[in-house]
């Protein structure tokens, strides 16, 4: 019987997958875009900008490359519109390629110029230290140079909402804050154009129609609107949350009190079952003052420190004790109308307390009631 012939293995050659700029879609100008915006990893993005700078400005190439990274990895948008002319592709009518490109450079050559200030003017160190403030500052800039693209790509049909971003992103009151004053300015000089016409203005913004100008200003002035509404939301938030509420223990942490009186045989009670209790007596041992604290408030009392806090000062009330022995045991241990009955025989004068607490006071009893 023949041998059936053995078939040799074909070994399949993998298909490598496009990837980076050459997978970008080329159908049309929007589409290309949206893949740099949404696709394109940064370092990509970055360097489409960086060869750009080396090949069209070489005299000041090794300053404008001095930039800041987040000038070269933010902006998408400027960096698909170089790509897609080199393709000599068709832009959107509406896009100008030209102005996206020259208003780049002119922001790249300010960051390039605050770099150099900002690095002359620290003092020299051999380990740089990242404070909070530097980090907050990088996020910001960040944060700025994307909402950039979407300003630099924006036309009539452009939907952008600033306030979605920042609660999406959850960002600072500091950031918004420095959103806020970024676009004011922005806002300010396209109000100038539309309301009053101003010639450098006019010609500055010729590229756009005076529908497209009111329409550009409506956008920026959302912008605005959504940063102040951001802000405010945040400090709402501030507002509503509670105060965390110390335990007892913390709060009579460091309060000075007498634990016992040998003279007038006496034992404080523990301080911490004053915090949420509704009238408190101390007694005075070097002065013989009695006091009768009371409080109105819901959550009862709280200590800082040797002040009782949340007393009534109307209600609550001292007064001297000519005979302690015989008349500590009335607060100790009768109700509070027995007690209200036995203070006015009393004939010493009654003063309003100031709720402090030192080292001579014997806390006596408290009460909920």
């Avoid at 070097?286 to 420190?305: A, C, D, N, P, W």
């Amino acid at each position: 019987m023949a041998k059936k012939p053995i078939r040799k293995k074909t070994r399949k050659v993998p298909v490598s997958r496009r990837s980076g700029i050459t997978a970008a879609p080329t159908d049309s100008w929007r589409w290309f875009s949206d893949y740099f915006r949404m696709e394109l990893d940064r370092k990509d993005v970055a360097t489409v900008l960086r060869n750009y700078i080396r090949a069209s400005h070489p005299k000041e190439a090794k300053f404008l490359l001095s930039a800041p990274e987040y000038m070269y990895t933010m902006h998408h948008g400027v960096a698909a519109s170089i790509a897609w002319s080199d393709r000599k592709g068709e832009f959107h009518p509406l896009w100008n390629h030209e102005s996206c490109v020259a208003n780049f450079i002119t922001k790249l050559r300010r960051a390039a110029e605050a770099k150099v200030k900002e690095t002359a003017s620290k003092p020299v160190s051999s380990i740089p230290i990242r404070t909070i403030a530097d980090r907050i500052k990088e996020i910001t800039s960040d944060f700025i140079a994307g909402i950039e693209e979407v300003v630099d790509h924006w036309n009539p049909d452009t939907e952008y909402n600033l306030y979605d971003e920042m609660k999406i992103k959850d960002i600072s009151n500091v950031s918004a804050k420095a959103v806020l004053n970024y676009y004011q300015p922005l806002r300010d000089e396209l109000k100038e154009l539309v309301e009053l016409k101003t010639p450098e203005l006019v010609e500055g913004y010729s590229h756009l129609t005076v529908p497209q100008q009111k329409k550009q200003l409506a956008f920026i002035e959302g912008l605005v609107a959504d940063a102040e509404r951001y802000m405010l939301g945040k400090k709402a938030m501030r507002k509503s949350v509670k105060p965390r509420v110390k335990t007892a223990d913390r709060q009579v942490a460091k309060l000075k009190y007498l634990k016992e009186s040998k003279e007038f045989k006496l034992t404080s009670i523990n301080p911490m079952s004053i915090v949420g209790a509704r009238r408190l007596y101390t007694f005075n041992t070097r002065y013989k003052v009695l006091m009768e604290i009371i409080t109105q408030s819901g959550k009862g009392f709280e200590v800082s420190g040797s002040t009782i806090k949340n007393l009534d000062t109307v209600n609550s009330r001292q007064t001297t004790l000519r005979k302690p022995s015989e008349m500590l045991s009335i607060f100790q241990s009768k109700t509070v109308k027995q007690i209200d009955k036995y203070w006015s025989t009393l004939t010493t004068k009654t003063t309003q307390p100031t709720g402090r607490i030192n080292k001579d006071v014997i806390l006596l009893r408290v009460m909920d009631t």
